[in-house]
């Protein structure tokens, strides 16, 4: 099994940090690929519960070794303080390892994204304001600066140079910025050097390493962040973050051939959340939605915004189980439907007349599109002690075997709490 991808089919949050803590143990190493601490993973470790930003949910494990590959966004700030936070917490963080190809997160950044998104109003995405979308708009624009950049001083110096008055230009003239509220090149520098010494002993040249390890027959877990519906090419664009969540992006995120990869792993949530704005067919704007909020604990780990509640979407995850390649599902937070009488889930859209059984290519017919349900009884019984599919209630095994169908897709993990020991699996193979 040498690689495996693990990606969100939905809209984030649907427990990856969680199931990558689990399948860790039995991997060499766990990269992340893609986005940057936008991301907010949690993991229960002991009895502490970790959110993880950055570094990759593998770092618990002594055993493991963490990589953050080139195509994530590095806000050196919040690496520095989330490796404090772990090493507080007795996690040791002297071997992550950070591939110099991936893009830093500037102070223009931020500005920029809280800038942006305040000029949009009403249309705003609604995003993180961790300057995601602008460092990877620089990286495209072949004006970023990377890992490999900020600790050789030289170099980081005269890209600043470069960079710094074009950005507050930008600040200044289309975002009403004065120039003493910006940072000035050598304030950059001061802070961003010192950060740089910090980082400097985790860089690595990350292709290489995972192409070696493979060679010597080790196994890789690649960590998505966000999910499908948040790609930047697959997603509900514009309403979605600035990289390939999808599982291409665990291919060019970290320099490793897709011949490579033998396994890709969706990770669903038995109902959907989605923060910020967008479509959202399947969205409840009733008690069903706020009961699903409340027992699920539907707030976000990076901004602490309340997410949006709705039934699960099959549509959606068959498009998934598509643009990934899914060999095999996990469904996450089972336990939190055991709250409802009935069960919904949504089999087709109609919008503007047409029924849709896919995704319809047409954003402006996802925006319109209006769900087509089937019901199921619920269970109505506490399941989050159960240890195997057969300890399931008749009704929540014929509600992940109506899901199987649907997605067309095995089901084989299914998780009923957020702790490693409240996870079935049922044809997974360790
Ligand atoms: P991620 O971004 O995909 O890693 O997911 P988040 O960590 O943002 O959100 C998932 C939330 O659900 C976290 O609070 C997890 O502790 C919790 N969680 C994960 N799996 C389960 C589960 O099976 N049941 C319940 N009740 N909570 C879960
Ligand atoms: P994990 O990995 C949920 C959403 C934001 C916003 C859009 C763009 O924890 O599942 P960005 O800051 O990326 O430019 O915001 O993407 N978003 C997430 N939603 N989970 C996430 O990560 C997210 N990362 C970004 O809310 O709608
Ligand atoms: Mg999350």
């Not at 975002?175 to 001061?190: M, N, Q, R, S, W």
């Not at 980082?199 to 493979?214: E, G, K, Q, T, Y």
């Not at 901004?303 to 509640?309: A, L």
Request: charged share 25%; aromatic share 8%; proline share 4%.
């Amino acid at each position: 099994m040498p690689g495996t991808v693990l990606v969100g089919t939905q809209w984030g949050d649907e427990g990856k940090g969680k199931v990558t803590d689990f399948l860790a143990p039995n991997y060499d190493y766990v990269v992340r690929f893609q986005g940057g601490n936008n991301a907010g993973h949690t993991v229960i470790h002991g009895k502490t519960k970790l959110a993880l930003h950055l570094i990759p949910s593998g770092i618990i494990h002594d055993d493991v070794v963490s990589v953050i590959g080139n195509g994530v966004v590095v806000d050196p700030r919040v690496l520095i303080q989330e490796m404090s936070e772990l090493e507080a917490q007795g996690i040791d963080c002297s071997g992550l390892k950070i591939s110099g190809n991936a893009h830093v997160i500037m102070p223009y950044h931020l500005l920029l994204d809280g800038a942006s998104e305040r000029r949009l109003g009403d249309n705003k995405i609604g995003t993180t304001k961790r300057g995601i979308g602008p460092c990877y708009q620089d990286k495209y624009e072949r004006c970023g600066i990377r890992v490999q950049d900020l600790v050789d001083e030289k170099i980081f110096r005269e890209k600043l140079e470069a960079v710094v008055p074009l950005k507050n230009d930008i600040l200044m003239k289309v975002y009403g910025f004065e120039a003493y509220e910006l940072p000035t090149v050598e304030e950059i520098l001061d802070e961003y050097l010192a950060l740089a010494r910090v980082i400097a002993p985790h860089v690595v040249d990350a292709s290489p390493l995972l192409n070696d390890a493979l060679r010597e027959g080790k196994d890789i877990l690649f960590e998505g962040a966000q999910a499908t519906q948040l790609d930047i090419d697959h997603g509900t664009y514009p309403f979605v973050t600035s990289s390939n969540c999808t599982a291409g992006g665990a291919c060019t995120g970290t320099g490793v051939g897709p011949t490579k990869i033998d396994r890709v792993l969706g990770i669903a949530k038995a109902y959907m959340t989605r923060v910020g704005s967008g479509p959202f067919p399947t969205e409840l704007f009733d008690e069903d939605g706020e009961k699903l909020g409340t027992v699920g604990h539907e707030f976000g780990v990076t901004t602490g915004r309340k997410r949006r509640c709705g039934w699960y979407d099959a549509v959606i995850i068959k498009y998934a189980a598509d643009v990934n390649g899914l060999t095999d599902i996990a469904l996450t937070k089972l336990d939190v439907l055991s709250c409802m009488e009935t069960i919904k889930i949504c089999v087709a859209y109609e919008a503007d007349g047409v029924r849709y059984e896919t995704v319809p290519g047409s954003q402006t017919a996802f925006h319109h599109a209006k769900p087509v349900y089937e019901e199921m009884p619920g269970w109505n019984c506490d399941i989050t002690g159960c240890k195997t599919f057969d300890e399931l209630p008749q009704a929540a095994k014929d509600y992940v075997a109506r899901l199987e169908e649907l997605a067309g897709v095995r089901i084989s993990i299914i998780t009923v709490g957020p702790d490693r020991d409240q996870t079935i699996l049922n044809g997974w193979e360790l």
